[in-house]
């Protein structure tokens, strides 16, 4: 449990928290309405971080305290386990992902 947190969740929460506001994709004419769009965007992707950031700790915190004190882990950490791994794909796959840079254009003999 702690290699799956170590090696997926925390770069999940690094990669998400750079980008949590960025936006790509088509903008709106409206101002209020992109502002509207913009404020759901940040608050669910602030939300989903979060969540992936308390569900890291406590799965980290359990699993490492029933490893030290050699004691029997609590099956409601495995669903803890399963519900992190599972938005720290989603994190990945939504707005932790880089944005790809756009191929140059070649320059046209004639421009030259």
Do not use: I, K
């Amino acid at each position: 449990m702690v290699l799956g947190v170590t090696l997926l969740a925390l770069p999940a929460l690094w990669l998400g928290a750079q980008g949590l506001t960025r936006r790509a994709g088509h903008y709106s004419s409206d101002v209020t309405a992109d502002r509207v769009s913009l404020v759901l965007l940040v608050t669910s992707r602030a939300l989903t971080w979060l969540l992936v950031l308390l569900l890291s700790a406590v799965v980290l915190v359990c699993a490492v305290g029933a490893w030290v004190r050699d004691l029997e882990m609590p099956s409601l950490v495995s669903v803890f386990f399963v519900l992190d791994l599972l938005l720290a794909v989603l994190v990945l796959l939504t707005f932790g992902r880089r944005d790809r840079r756009r191929p140059r254009r070649r320059a046209t003999p004639a421009a030259r």
